[in-house]
């Protein structure tokens, strides 16, 4: 009992092919919503992320002073700059560099440099170097494999591919600075 | 572990044989019942090393975890307490922290072996891949065990690698994507240490099942041989068992000697005194070296100025094994036999050993006092490309046009030849 639209013909693309792949397609969904929450459980989990932010006191920090504080986890350097060596950031400006940045978009107030105080290229910490001890450009020095940051955290040498990171940070009195 | 020709006399071993034929497996693998070439060499021995190694490993670390906390509050401690308040603590986690290196050295001496006498060339090319990628959980192993003690360069060694993968930044923050799906965190820190305690655990059982594939690929074909010709008739080959079994454990006794003289008197010298102090995300320590047995590769990684480049060729500078087999093209397996190859393949094994040593030294130290000064970062660049240019270059140039020594007809023959002459 053969109707026409029942005969099949090679390389015709039936009904059955069609249940095939639709079959084959909805395996494949359910099979990857499955595998989603084995993968996902290894991204930061919700008390991970609910410790995402952190207020400082700026008004105990000197100038001429760093203070480090852990933020997620990681370092951040917050730098009460002094004047001379904003003007030293300014005066960079048109240097060439890597990852071109002004030294105004660096800061919201620019006695207040706060970065996060990580080495773009492997993850070390940055020494200190605004007295010029270890780096020619006095700001932060890798010791891992010699990046050079300067005043602005600017990267000027070595084989870091970024500058230093900013932090999202906003101002909630003169004094008083939320990140994160 | 084909068909076997075990045949049980006792009664109620035939009985348990006729319904699970494990023991004749076991006998037509590394018992009589496998026949091997009579000629095998004591560098033959490091096979069986590795798998003597690879059980001290697993005794010894499922030992370890039962007095270990892998948390970051306790990690530290917990290793201290097993190193001052555990009976015989101080002697397992010795045991197992050399027994890391030597494991590695073994596997290197193995590889090398096989690059030498020509094992990965047709048709133990599968035999090669399986080699190589117990190598490579290996090396994930090693790395991952390294930082549960929780010490400085724990924590700094496994920043500086799980950055290696936030090179991967083909769009604006795939990178950090990557790194927090690796960290399970912003940074290195709690969820991190917890993961890869977990997989350090699980990895060396992942080893085992490897190497019970590699062991099958090696069956199919039958061991290569220091002249690397095919065996062929009956006088060619012994039962691995006794001959080799009774080599294995003669060679092991020495091995063991100087497993014990590292753990009882030198049991720090392959680890770095940083690591005796805890982990601190605020202070990296002044120079940061990973594990001896990843220098040469650390090296090819600092040679190259750009990020995602240098990761890129430190990753194929241990890939690249892959396609040795195609690289070479001589018809002939063995170093014997292949003057120039052999000349070759020392150069490389220095040249390695000298990438190794950069990866101890700063960029800018001076390595060579001439000409103003050459650096330890343009010596690396020079080895780097020499390891690469063996590959890519010599090999594929050098098996198919220098001329070989002749090749015996047989094993036996070659034998009776020696007998001769001597």
Redo the contacts between chains.
């Keep these: 009992m053969t109707t026409k639209d029942q005969v099949e013909h090679e390389e015709e693309v039936t009904r059955r092919d069609f249940l095939y792949v639709a079959t084959g397609a909805v395996g494949a969904v359910g099979a990857a919503s499955v595998v989603w929450p084995l993968?996902d459980q290894?991204?930061?989990?919700a008390d991970?992320l609910a410790l995402a932010s952190v207020e400082v006191d700026l008004s105990t920090i000197p100038e001429g002073q760093t203070v480090?504080i852990?933020w997620?986890?990681?370092?951040i350097f917050i730098r009460h700059r002094t004047a001379k060596e904003i003007a030293r950031g300014i005066a960079g400006n048109n240097d060439p560099m890597v990852d071109p940045a002004n030294d105004q978009d660096r800061a919201v107030k620019p006695q207040w440099l706060i970065m996060v105080g990580?080495c773009t290229?492997?993850?070390?910490?940055p020494?200190e170097n605004t007295e010029f001890q270890l780096g020619e450009h006095g700001g932060w020095y890798?010791?891992?494999?010699?990046s050079d940051y300067d005043i602005a955290g600017r990267i000027r040498k070595g084989?870091a591919?970024r500058n230093l990171d900013l932090p999202e940070y906003t101002y909630l009195t003169d004094t008083t600075v939320k990140i994160g | 572990m084909g068909s076997s020709n075990y045949q049980p006399t006792n009664k109620a071993v035939k009985w348990f044989e006729d319904r699970l034929p494990i023991l004749g497996l076991m006998h037509s693998t590394l018992g009589a019942g496998y026949l091997a070439p009579r000629n095998l060499n004591y560098w033959w021995n490091f096979g069986s090393l590795a798998g003597f190694m690879l059980l001290v490993q697993i005794i010894t670390g499922v030992i370890l975890v039962m007095h270990y906390t892998p948390h970051v509050d306790m990690a530290f401690r917990a290793v201290e307490h097993i190193m001052r308040d555990v009976n015989y603590g101080w002697l397992i986690r010795y045991t197992h922290s050399n027994g890391a290196s030597m494991f590695f050295v073994v596997v290197y001496i193995h590889i090398l072996r096989g690059m030498y006498f020509g094992s990965y060339k047709s048709p133990r090319e599968v035999l090669w891949f399986l080699g190589l990628v117990i190598y490579l959980l290996m090396m994930a192993t090693g790395f991952m065990g390294y930082v549960l003690p929780w010490g400085q360069m724990s924590f700094w060694g496994a920043t500086v690698i799980t950055n290696l993968f936030g090179a991967f930044d083909f769009y604006e923050g795939m990178g950090e994507s990557i790194l927090h799906l690796l960290w399970g965190g912003f940074a290195v820190d709690n969820p991190t240490l917890q993961r890869f305690f977990s997989l350090h655990y699980l990895l060396p059982f992942v080893i085992v099942g490897v190497v019970i594939l590699h062991i099958w690929a090696l069956h199919l074909p039958g061991s290569n041989n220091p002249l690397g010709i095919d065996a062929k008739g009956p006088g060619d080959k012994i039962p691995f068992h006794p001959y080799y079994t009774a080599k294995d454990l003669f060679g092991l006794s020495f091995f063991i000697v100087i497993l014990a003289i590292f753990i009882f008197y030198m049991p720090n010298i392959m680890g770095h005194p940083d690591n005796y102090i805890e982990a601190n995300p605020m202070l990296t320590p002044a120079h940061i070296v990973p594990e001896w047995y990843y220098l040469p590769f650390y090296t090819i990684l600092k040679a190259v100025p750009d990020k995602l480049f240098g990761v890129i060729a430190m990753f194929a500078s241990i890939l690249i094994f892959f396609v040795l087999p195609w690289l070479d093209g001589s018809k002939i397996r063995s170093a014997k036999f292949r003057p120039t190859t052999a000349f070759f393949f020392w150069l490389f094994l220095l040249n390695t050993l000298y990438l190794g040593y950069l990866g101890t030294k700063l960029p800018d130290e001076i390595m060579i006092d001439m000409a103003g000064g050459i650096d330890a970062l343009t010596m690396g660049r020079i080895s780097s490309v020499f390891y690469f240019a063996y590959f890519i270059v010599i090999v594929p140039l050098v098996s198919r046009m220098e001329s070989t020594k002749p090749v015996p007809t047989s094993i036996s023959q070659s034998v009776l030849d020696a007998n001769k002459k001597g």
Aim: glycine share 12%; hydrophobic share 30%; charged share 10%.
């Design positions: 993968v290894m991204n930061p989990s991970v480090k852990l997620r986890g990681k370092p990580i290229h492997l993850g070390c910490v020494l890798c010791p891992c494999h010699g084989p591919p």
